[in-house]
C-alpha cells in the first residue's frame, strides 16, 4: 500500500497538534495520524523526523518533516493554494496576524502557565498579570465575528487552545482570567469558537483534560515535573 | 502604500539590526529615529502601545513590530534581495530555524552568561548543545541561507557580535568551541548590507561593562 502524502505525528491530547489537523481539515487535505506517547515513550521515527527539538506535531509531506505549529499551519497555507484560506492575504494583515499570534504564545500563554503554578501573593500578582494580557488581546478581536473576521483563520487555529485551557484552568485555581470585566468580547469568543463543529468534534474531552490538568499541577508542586 | 519608511532603532540592539539588514538588502531609504531606550518618546509608545519597545518600522504611518514580524513583512512587501526562500517547504524550514534560535539558543546563551553556579552550569550544557545543532545546520554552507544571506541568517546575528562581546564582559568562553559559527560570522559582519548598519564593537561593551552587577541581577537588560 502507498504511504499517504501527508502523515501527522501528534498526541490526543495536545492542543498545538490540533491547531495543524484543523488546519489540514479547513483545506480539505487527507492525512494519516501517528499518536506519540509523550513524553517519554516518543516512537524512534519522531526522533528521528524532528532530531532538533523531539516534539509533536511533526507534518511529513512527501517525505519532508516539518516541526512547530504555527510554522507547519503557514506552510500548508502555502502549498495548498486552492481553497480555503487560512492566512490574510494583505501583508500589513498579515504581519498583524503572526504579532498577534507571537503576543498569545509569549504573553497569555506563559501567563496562564503561571497562574496555575503559582500561589498565594505570587499568584495573585501573575492573575492580574494574565488580566492585562487578556484584556489586550481583545484588541485583535474587536467586534469581529472571528479574529480571521466573518470566518475563521490563522489566529482563531493559534488561539483557540486558550479558548479550551482557560475554563478548566479557572476551575482547578479558582481564578478567573477572562470576564466580563477585562474581556468580554474575547470570553464570547471563546464560547464561538468552541461551537465551531470542526472544532467541537475535535477536542480531546473536557473532563479527561480536567483529570489531566489537575494531574500536571499536582506533579509540579510536589517537585515531580 | 506609498514609501515612507521610519524605524524607531537603537544602535546596540540586535532587533534593531535586523530590521536595518532586511531594508538595507531590498535597497529601500528609510529615516533611522535613535529611542533612547531610558527615556522612551512619545511617538514610540504612541506606535508601540502593547509592548512599547524597539524596533518598530512605521511604513507612511502604520506601524509594525516584533523584529522578525517586521523583516517578513519588509520581505513580502518590497522587491529585491529574497529574504525568505520562495519554495514553502524551505520558506517552513528557515522559520522553524528562526524560532529555535530564538527561544533555545537566545535565552540560552543569555542566561549562561548571567547565572552563576549550578544554574550556570545547566545552562552552558543546553547552550552548548544548541549551539552545536545551529552550527550543525550550516552544513558547510557560506550562510544559513546558502550563497547569501536570508532569514535564518539575520536571525542570528547576535552570534556574530552581540554575544561575544557579551561573553567577554562576563568572562565566559562559548562561541569560540564552535568555529564553524566564528567562521561564519566573520562571513556575516563583511556583507555590506551588515557592515552598514553593525554597531561599533566598543558601543556594545559600554552598554555591557558598567551595567554587569544589575543585569547579573535582574537577568535582563538594564538600560539606565
Known amino acids: 500500500m502507498a504511504e499517504k502524502e501527508v502523515k501527522l505525528f501528534g498526541n490526543w ?25 509523550i513524553p517519554f515513550n516518543k516512537s524512534e521515527e519522531l526522533l528521528r523526523l524532528n532530531p532538533v527539538t523531539k516534539k509533536i506535531p511533526v507534518l511529513v509531506h ?54 496555575s503554578t503559582s500561589s498565594g501573593e505570587a499568584q495573585q500578582k501573575m492573575l492580574q498579570e494574565a488580566r492585562e494580557a487578556f484584556q489586550i488581546l481583545e484588541q485583535a478581536l474587536g467586534s469581529k465575528k472571528f479574529f480571521g473576521g466573518d470566518q475563521i483563520g490563522y489566529l482563531d487555529l493559534a488561539i483557540t487552545l486558550l479558548a479550551f485551557w482557560i475554563p478548566i484552568l479557572e476551575e ?13 468580547l474575547l470570553k464570547e469568543w471563546f464560547t464561538r469558537i ?23 499541577r499536582e506533579q509540579f508542586f510536589s517537585g515531580q515535573i | 502604500m506609498g514609501e515612507t519608511l521610519k524605524l524607531f532603532g537603537w544602535k546596540v540592539s540586535p532587533y534593531s539590526h535586523r530590521v536595518e539588514v532586511a531594508l538595507r538588502l531590498k535597497g ?13 518618546s512619545d511617538m514610540l509608545i504612541r506606535y508601540n502601545p502593547i509592548l512599547k519597545k524597539i524596533p518598530v518600522l512605521l511604513h507612511d504611518d502604520t506601524p509594525i513590530v516584533e523584529s522578525q ?5 519588509i520581505d513580502e512587501v518590497f522587491d529585491g534581495h529574497p529574504i525568505l526562500p520562495k519554495d514553502p517547504y524551505e520558506r517552513a524550514e528557515a522559520r522553524f530555524w528562526a524560532r529555535f534560535i530564538d527561544e533555545k539558543v537566545r535565552p540560552q546563551v543569555w542566561m549562561s552568561c548571567w547565572t552563576d ?62 568555529p564553524e559559527l566564528c567562521r561564519w560570522g566573520e562571513d556575516y559582519r563583511n556583507v555590506e548590507a551588515v ?22 541581577a535582574k537577568k535582563a537588560p538594564v538600560y539606565d
Not at chain 2, 544571506?149 to 557579551?166: E, F, K, N, Q, T
Request: charged fraction near 30%; glycine fraction near 6%; aromatic fraction near 12%.
Open chain 2, 28 to 40: 529601500v531609504k528609510y529615516e533611522f529615529i535613535h529611542e533612547d531606550l531610558a527615556n522612551k
Open chain 2, 195 to 216: 557592515r552598514e548598519c553593525l554597531p561599533e564593537r566598543e558601543l556594545i561593551v559600554d552598554f555591557f561593562a558598567p551595567r554587569k552587577d544589575r543585569i547579573f
Open chain 1, 194 to 216: 468552541l461551537d465551531v463543529d470542526m472544532i467541537k468534534t475535535s477536542l480531546p474531552p473536557r473532563d479527561k483534560m480536567y483529570e489531566l490538568s489537575k494531574q500536571r
Open chain 1, 13 to 37: 491530547a495536545s492542543t498545538y497538534t490540533l491547531r495543524v489537523e484543523w488546519a489540514l481539515k479547513l483545506k480539505g487535505i487527507e492525512y494519516e495520524y501517528v499518536n506519540e506517547d
Open chain 2, 69 to 73: 514580524v517586521i523583516v517578513e513583512y
Open chain 1, 62 to 115: 512527501n517525505g519532508k518533516p516539518l516541526a512547530e505549529s504555527l510554522v507547519i499551519i503557514e506552510y500548508i497555507d502555502d502549498t495548498w493554494t486552492k481553497g480555503y484560506s487560512i492566512m490574510p492575504k494583505d501583508p500589513y494583515d498579515r504581519a498583524q496576524a503572526r504579532f498577534w499570534a507571537k503576543f498569545a504564545d509569549d504573553k497569555c500563554m506563559s501567563a496562564m502557565y503561571s497562574v
Open chain 2, 117 to 178: 553556579g549550578e544554574i550556570q552550569k545547566s545552562f552552558i550544557a543546553q547552550a552548548k548543545e544548541s549551539l552545536a545543532t545551529l552550527q550543525g545546520r550550516l552544513e558547510g554552507k557560506k550562510f544559513f541561507g546558502g550563497d547569501s544571506i536570508g532569514l535564518i541568517d539575520i536571525m542570528a546575528c547576535s552570534l556574530a557580535l552581540w554575544y561575544g562581546v557579551m561573553e567577554e564582559v562576563v568572562g565566559l568562553n562559548l562561541l569560540n568551541d564552535y
Open chain 1, 172 to 184: 482547578i485555581v479558582s481564578v478567573s482570567m477572562v470576564d466580563n470585566e477585562n474581556a468580554p
